[in-house]
């Protein structure tokens, strides 16, 4: 990747300080026309720099979706496989029911499909670390036979967009949580 002259990182920089208050305020639709007048930038420079709304929504959420696969890799070697995928994915949930466009994120990443999915999608980056976790707890018999990561990255954008105008959006997606966590929990008979 070539270096970026000091103006275009500074560009960078701008927009996508910028668009994460601009995303916050006025969720994942926020207005690119916008972000890049208040940035002072023209649109081309947006452009140049986020080809797509995807890929402004990805470098903003990037951070916490690298948090959100540290905490993965940190609970995969743990006894209690269900307890660290349960943890794992409580963390993720609670990210996405708070921070406004996570989720919206999410499901238009998923969206895309396998074939325009990228390294750096947020979604691919989430299956990724998640899938060690999700392996583990059906090879102890901790998940219904047949779950994957993609059905509970797919309940947990679910919920999280479900709750996103709820009076207390955290505690009603973690109930809701828990509703489909006994879902696809093997039966105890």
Known sequence: MPVQRADARRNYARLLTVAKEAIAAEGPDASLEQIARIAGVGSATLRRHFPSR????EA???ERVETLCAHARE???RADTRAALLEWLSAVLADAATIRGLATALTRDRATGPDTAHEHCCSEQLTEAGEPLVRRAADEGALAPGVTIDDLLALIT??????????D????AHRLLGLAIAGVSPHQG
């Open 169 to 172: 959006p955290a505690a009603e």
């Open 54 to 57: 995807q890929a402004l929504l």
């Open 75 to 77: 609970r995969t070697g």
């Open 60 to 62: 903003v959420f990037r």
């Open 158 to 167: 679910g919920i999280a967009l479900a709750t996103e105008h709820h009076p």
